[in-house]
């Protein structure tokens, strides 16, 4: 590449000195700092942060304003929307039942989506071929094996589902269980949510009717 093209990259996102980066498809205002690997063919939105060591591989998206906190690797395959969170170490695969002397094509590789707003908490695994849904918010430390519902909160090893989350980051009062249809209130930031088959759905509800709710 010449030293003008590098310039006019220069001035449309921030590589550290120390980072390798081959992909040019790449947003405005991303930063991608000391040690972090993107392979040619990488795809990253506008606004991203790409942390120390952080390796992608040229088969990944990611949106705009996602967060890749170091130490985290992703493969082919992996797409993540945007104003994703991904904590420190989180672990993707795109594989699930590999063998070091079986070479497959990525077409037969599983893919793994995380969708819009999602928080995936440091070191937590997630298995390959399955969806995270929008505002879920994966502890730290969980082992995710199958998808997972919109704002649902999951911990531990295999991950269970313990409540709900808000996107204020607060978790919501109410069970995991709760009927589909129902309501649940943040009273944090005084949102309200109604239970869906995807997991939860906020309602916009009249201020002044929100001001009478017990």
């Known amino acids: 590449m010449s030293s003008a093209a590098n310039s006019r990259l220069a001035e449309k996102y921030y590589v550290h000195p120390q980072a390798l980066v081959e992909s040019t498809d790449i947003g405005a205002n991303t930063r991608i700092w000391a040690f972090a690997h993107v392979l040619r063919g ?3 939105g506008p606004n991203c942060n790409i942390g120390d060591h952080a390796f992608l591989e ?5 949106g705009e304003n996602v967060t890749v906190k170091n130490g985290v690797a992703l493969w082919n395959l992996v797409t993540i929307e945007d104003n994703v969170f991904l904590g420190p170490n989180c672990v993707f695969t795109n594989d699930r039942n590999p063998r070091s002397y079986i070479k497959k094509p990525v077409e037969h590789l ?3 989506l995380i969708r819009a707003n999602a928080t995936i908490g440091a070191n937590a695994t997630i298995l390959c071929g399955v969806t995270i849904g929008t505002y879920a918010f994966i502890g730290a430390g969980a082992v995710v094996i199958r998808s997972v519902p919109d704002y649902a909160l999951l911990v531990g090893n295999p991950s269970r589902q313990i409540g709900w989350m808000c996107r204020c980051a607060e978790k919501l ?14 009273l944090h930031c005084k949102s309200t949510f109604v239970r869906t088959e995807a997991g939860l759905s906020e309602v916009q509800i009249p201020s002044a009717r929100k001001e009478q709710t017990p």
């Not at 040229?58 to 990611?62: D, S």
């Open 58 to 62: 040229g088969g990944v998206v990611l």
């Open 173 to 186: 009062q109410g069970a995991p269980s709760v009927r589909l249809g129902a309501r649940l209130d943040c």
């Open 42 to 44: 990488a795809r990253i």
């Open 110 to 112: 599983d893919p793994t």
